[in-house]
């Protein structure tokens, strides 16, 4: 655990506390990252139904209600699982997906091009995987905001890129997604989902 600013925080909330705080600034400066997909300032964001009841959600893309919330397990293991709320399906990881196993690797999988278009995994897998695989490229964004907020990130949290392959997805799912809670009107919604 840390110490910061008398509270006890444990050591992803101080993570995601010191994030927060690089995208305050960034945007104080008239630095809008938006489109690097890790909006944290989400004082005013909710969960969706379709949203792990057990998570802690502390971050959004900034479309479509996608969103990031993790799951407390342990000091250095906190699955990270990304929702999409506008996916389609009859089962629970139809809208969840488990990203990554602590917060290091999930910053490390926007180390290039940022978190925006993770949600790919719902809609086209084989794209996404080329995107965020191990030969991906740097993104070039329409403006510089995203570049100088990644490279915070990178800067400040000492981190190393990140890749998405079948096997490592087949295994946070394996290892994780059976600990997520759902509430029963999703559920039951799903049943109702042809």
């Known amino acids: 655990m840390q110490i910061f600013n008398k509270f006890i925080l444990t050591n992803i909330e101080y993570k995601i506390k010191l994030l927060n705080d690089i995208g305050i600034d960034l945007e104080k400066a008239g630095n809008f990252h938006n489109s690097a997909g890790l909006i944290t300032n989400l004082n005013y964001f909710e969960k969706y139904d379709c949203t792990p009841l057990n998570t802690i959600l502390f971050a959004q893309t900034g479309v ?23 996916a389609w399906g ?34 086209d897998l084989e794209y996404t995987l080329e995107e965020y695989g191990i030969n991906q490229i740097k993104h070039n964004f329409t ?38 809670e759902f509430s029963k009107d999703f559920i039951e919604k799903l049943s109702t989902v042809n």
């Open 143 to 180: 403006n510089n905001n995203e570049t100088i907020f990644i490279e915070k990130v990178i800067s400040n949290f000492k981190i190393s890129p990140k890749y998405l392959n079948t096997e490592r997805l087949e295994y946070l799912q394996s290892n994780y997604f059976n600990r997520l």
């Open 90 to 123: 009859n089962k629970p990881n139809s809208y969840n997906c488990v990203i990554a196993e602590t917060f290091d690797e999930f910053l490390g999988l926007g180390y290039f091009k940022g978190w925006y278009s993770l949600d790919g995994y719902f809609y």
């Open 64 to 86: 479509d209600g996608v969103h990031f919330s993790y799951l407390e397990i342990g000091l250095d293991i906190n699955p990270i699982i990304i929702t999409v709320p506008c």
